[in-house]
């Protein structure tokens, strides 16, 4: 893997995209996460203003200070803030009624929150927000908030798979710190990892990935029609598919336009 013409490809393709869309620089949400780290270097090497957010809601801050420290000491090109959202979550789920307080209804409005102070100061400063997204997590499984951390302007590592994002990292010598963590979210009290809330490693994912994406399957059902005229599968190895498929399936809306009601032209 060529890391250095990987990180020079999207050094480029950003900087491209800043004289495309007439913007001064990038928003960048920092979660102390290896993806936000290195997605936040990408954009710093690029020479424009980069602004990193730290945005906690009822937890403390982690990794993301050593992340946005790090970065302010390597590149005079950025700036960093942390945004406290704690109250303006806790409020905002004063004014909900019972029927819209499900857990993972209120994890992924955390998101929303997030995403809406990223453009927040996208708007003010007229900056890109940088998406943190990776392939598996963005076109593979779909392990992320709709109008949340979807909600971007950009995605510069979208092409790289998790353990590629890792080796990127490494090049750059991001701290170790961030580096070993578990990959999450950080949207949970109980500090659960992405693979805690998958049930797979982002290994196994990249693998069944790139093994559906070899023989032109998007479903379960369409696994097991194939099945027969495939090599033979250990339990774990099609365990990790449902898993993979599954998730595809189900948040592929995700990854796509919100459907358009048609309306013929003699209904007019």
């Known amino acids: 893997m060529n890391s250095k013409g990987i990180i020079e490809r999207i050094t480029d393709w950003s900087k491209n ?7 001064k620089g990038f928003v960048v949400g920092i979660s102390g996460g290896i993806d936000s780290a290195v997605v936040s270097n990408l954009c710093a090497m690029t020479g424009y203003p980069v602004i990193c957010l730290s945005m906690p809601i009822n937890s403390s801050e982690g990794l993301s200070t050593i992340q946005m420290e790090w970065l302010k000491s390597k590149y005079a090109n950025v700036t960093a803030f942390t945004v406290d959202l704690s109250k303006a ?3 905002f789920l004063e004014c909900l009624p019972l029927e819209a307080t499900k857990e993972i209804a209120l994890i992924n409005t955390m998101s929303r929150l997030r995403m809406a102070t990223l453009y927040a100061f996208s708007g003010s400063c007229e900056y890109l927000v940088a998406g943190t997204g990776n392939k598996i997590e963005d076109y593979g499984i779909g392990f992320f908030t709709k109008y949340g951390d979807g909600g971007v302007d950009i995605s510069p590592i979208g092409s790289l798979k998790k353990t590629e994002v890792f080796t990127i990292a490494k090049y750059m010598e991001i701290p170790k710190s961030i580096q070993e963590a578990k990959p999450t979210d950080g949207l949970w009290e109980d500090g659960r990892s992405d693979e805690d809330q998958i049930g797979a490693t982002y290994k196994d ?3 069944a990935m790139v093994f559906c994406d070899g023989v032109g399957i998007k479903s379960w059902s369409e696994f097991l029609k194939v099945k027969p005229y495939l090599m033979e599968l250990t339990e774990a190895q099609e365990k ?11 948040n592929e ?16």
Not at 17 to 23: D, N, R, V
Not at 240 to 250: D, P, V
Not at 259 to 267: A, D, Q, V, W, Y
């Open 17 to 23: 995209k800043i004289i495309e869309s007439k913007q």
């Open 89 to 91: 979550f806790n409020t």
């Open 205 to 207: 994912l990249e693998w």
């Open 240 to 250: 990790i598919l449902n898993i993979y498929l599954s998730r595809h399936e189900q």
């Open 253 to 268: 809306h995700k990854m796509e336009m919100p459907p358009i009601c048609r309306i013929s032209n003699k209904l007019f």
